[in-house]
């Protein structure tokens, strides 16, 4: 299997690492630019291949959080490009219609979070789970199954 990075950008997002011949690797998104840059250094450095949520701003979502949504992503990507590594942008609805995991009419956020939690503790029972890397877990393990039927 060839190294998968997932990756959910929020500021209380992650990132991890799947190669096939160990557990998953996974950390909650770096507090600053330099940890988030050795962080994307040590675990792709040019191998794999990396899945990063594609975000947007949101209706309601405030112009501050907005833009740091927006700097992180931008930092995210160009981690990944000056790592030398391929990446794809992935849909939020892609990879949560594959787990069953689209948003349920007037669902709280937090009920969402842990509805995704305890699917990735299904798909990775060896795993501590949070919050903040469940979704990276789950955007990894879709590109892990994409990169299988190419």
């Not at 840059?37 to 405030?62: D, N, T, Y």
């Not at 160009?78 to 990879?95: N, R, Y």
Request: overall charge positive; hydrophobic content about 40%.
């Amino acid at each position: 299997m060839q190294v998968v990075i997932g990756i959910d950008p929020g500021s209380s997002g992650g990132i991890v690492r799947l190669d096939g011949r160990a557990p998953p690797l996974a950390e909650p998104m770096p507090k600053t630019e330099r940890d988030l840059w050795l962080l994307v250094h040590r675990w792709c450095g040019g191998i794999g291949h990396a899945f990063i949520e594609h975000v947007h701003s949101m209706p309601k979502q405030g112009v501050a959080s907005t833009f740091t949504f927006g700097v992180n992503y931008g930092l995210l990507r160009m981690a990944l490009i000056a790592s030398g590594t391929p990446f794809e942008k992935v849909q939020p609805t892609k990879w949560q219609r594959e787990f069953g995991l689209l948003k349920r009419g007037d669902e709280t956020k937090v009920a969402k979070k842990n509805r995704h939690k305890a699917v990735a503790q299904e798909l990775f029972p060896s795993v501590k789970i949070t919050h903040a890397i469940a979704d990276a877990l789950l955007i990894a393990e879709w590109g892990r199954r994409q990169q299988e039927k190419r």
